[in-house]
Nanobody, 124 residues
Framework: QVQLVESGGGLVQAGGSLRLSCAASGRTLSSNAMGWFRQAPGKEREFLVAVTVTGGTTSYADSVKGRFTISRDNAKNTVYLQMNSLKPEDTAVYYC?????????????????WGQGTLVTVSS
């Protein structure tokens, strides 16, 4: 079993930056592809970005491409989401998730483990 805990959310002005962290416990993530998702009020949870176990391949949603960057540190069992040039429409609860496989996916139901989420609020 894998437990995921996100941190780093908060209130930031438009144009600012935040770095989210997702720390795993229970076992290592060295064989798990990881993803970040978000859910805005009244909207469905959406895929943002995913990374393979080696960190060498990622896929980004168009809404965050060029602004958000995923990375992972397998030694620390942690995945990060660097968010730059934040916009008010980025306001949401951000979740990290782990697959049981090394390959990435954009589909929510293909992720087996989820964190509790961290709130990001971007003011205009």
């Amino acid at each position: 079993q894998v437990q995921l805990v996100e941190s780093g959310g908060g209130l930031v002005q438009a144009g600012g930056s935040l770095r989210l962290s997702c720390a795993a416990s229970g076992r290592t993530l060295s064989s798990n592809a990881m993803g970040w998702f978000r859910q805005a009020p009244g909207k469905e949870r959406e895929f943002l970005v995913a990374v393979t176990v080696t960190g060498g391949t990622t896929s980004y949603a168009d809404s965050v491409k060029g602004r958000f960057t995923i990375s992972r540190d397998n030694a620390k069992n942690t995945v990060y989401l660097q968010m730059n040039s934040l916009k008010p429409e980025d306001t949401a609860v951000y979740y990290c998730a782990a697959r049981r496989y090394v390959s990435t996916s954009t589909r929510l139901h293909e992720y087996a483990y989820w964190g509790q989420g961290t709130l990001v609020t971007v003011s205009s």
